[in-house]
């Protein structure tokens, strides 16, 4: 904050590294609402940097050890039913995650804020309170967004709105941020509802129950070979 203004490339940063760390290890639940059904799942999460990470479902049982591996630009799925490894490809990275609202790319976070789009300060937000941020596509991105409006707390740590515009300039879908907490005395969302513009009735909440930041994450960790005994 300068003079009562946002400071927008600390406060971009800030807002990609929330969850980040040099090292951590996560539980949230996903929980995927439908008209007719709403299912949970419980996942556990470890990464290093912002170029790897491992993803593992651990209920429902029926999908327990599908498990997700990111490595620099890669990304690999693991299904235990029969007991294959299949490399998702770029062009899969914007396909429903899990057959949640989320993607591939939410899941991993491959795009960045920061490279991949530019930032402008657009103001006060009146609802809900606080500053205004957008993010435009930088001119060849590959991916759904044209542009995204971020509305973040009057001091700029904490983000309360997401919207997403797609390529035609719609509003797509909405993520609500809420439940702050404090984990390793970082103060954080722990909830977050993804809320699509076209299909009503449908909507997937995450919930962190818990993230470690800062741990011991071994190497061996992202490896195709671990990605596999979580079956």
């Keep these: 904050m300068r003079d009562g203004v946002l400071d927008l490339p600390a406060v971009v940063r800030h807002f990609e590294d929330l969850y980040r760390s040099d090292s951590s290890i996560s539980v949230a639940e996903l929980t995927v609402t439908r008209p007719r059904r709403t299912q949970t799942m419980t996942l556990k999460s470890w990464t290093r940097g912002r170029d790897k990470s491992l ?42 995650w899990m057959g949640s609202d989320f993607t591939n790319d939410d899941l991993v976070r491959e795009s960045s804020f920061s490279e991949d789009y530019s930032s402008q300060l657009l103001g006060r937000s009146e609802e809900p309170a606080g500053w ?70 449908h909507k997937t909440e995450m919930r ?14 992202f490896s195709l070979s671990n990605l596999e005994r979580h079956r």
């Design 208 to 221: 962190y129950l818990s993230i470690a930041f800062d741990v011991a994450v071994p190497e061996s960790t």
């Design 132 to 201: 205004l941020v957008g993010f435009a596509a930088k001119p060849g991105l590959i991916g759904l967004w044209n542009r995204i409006e971020l509305t973040l707390s009057d001091d700029g740590t904490i983000p309360l709105r997401t919207r997403y515009y797609d390529r035609k300039n719609r509003l797509a879908r909405t993520m609500i941020w809420d439940e702050v907490r404090e984990f390793d005395g970082r103060r954080l969302p722990v909830h977050m509802t993804l809320i699509p513009e076209d299909e009503p009735q």
């Design 55 to 96: 993803i593992v479902l651990q209920e429902p049982v029926r999908d327990a050890g599908t498990s997700f591996l990111k490595v620099g630009s890669n990304l690999w799925n693991f299904l235990p039913r029969i007991r294959q490894t299949i490399r998702i490809p770029p062009s899969m990275m914007q396909a429903s």
